[in-house]
């Protein structure tokens, strides 16, 4: 009897396609699964929680009322009634009727509170994805030995940093954002030599 050698099946290595795809993946779900666990484990501050809205509003007819409920009294400045660009006299008011001299922004004590507690949120999520980030472009040179793995790291700690800072850039001191973008200038070529050298 004859034995047949068993040959390699043409075509059974990877496509080059299939890294990409694996990059791309582990890129986008990494950086899915920081930002859902710090939706699970650090809830954002919700503006409902700072100004509630009730059910009936009362009208707040004087700076009194407004001030004594954490409001922004804004003084009225609008002219008279205009008509044809003049001004029309104004109709004599009945005598139970209550002359109002501006309006009240009730939101304004717990608009302000709630901006403050947006911007450390915003602050420790910046701090959080940076921290994640630089924790993925450093375990990106110990996985060189997979390169698809290692590719996927480093590109998931680079949208990291990039969300962190888009998300608390507004909120940032400008001398932090030098500092921010030095850092990271810094961090990129560190891993491009030591990635790309060997």
Not at 62 to 77: F, I, M, P, R, Y
């Amino acid at each position: 009897m004859d034995t047949q050698t068993i040959q390699p099946v043409p075509g059974s290595k990877r496509h080059p396609l299939f890294k990409w795809i694996l990059v791309g993946s582990i890129m986008i779900v990494t950086n899915l699964f920081l930002n859902y666990a710090l939706d699970v484990f650090y809830k954002a501050p919700k503006h409902e929680v700072f100004c509630p809205e009730p059910q009936v509003r009362e009208a707040i007819l004087t700076q009194e009322a407004c001030l004594a409920k954490g409001g922004q009294w804004n003084e009225s400045t609008y002219p008279k009634e205009l008509y044809q660009g003049e001004t029309v006299p104004a109709q004599p008011a009945p005598t139970t009727a209550v002359e109002v001299k501006g309006y009240c922004n009730e939101q304004y004590t717990c608009g302000k509170n709630f901006e403050e507690a947006n911007k450390v949120y915003n602050r420790n999520v910046f701090i959080f994805l940076v921290v994640a980030g630089t924790a993925l472009l450093i375990g990106s040179i110990f996985a060189a030995a997979i390169e698809a793995v290692a590719l996927g790291f480093s590109l998931a700690g680079i949208l990291s940093l990039v969300i962190g800072t888009i998300r608390y850039w507004s909120d940032m001191d400008e001398r932090l954002r030098v500092v921010v973008l030095g850092i990271a200038l810094v961090a990129l070529v560190w891993i491009g030599i030591k990635k790309f050298n060997n």
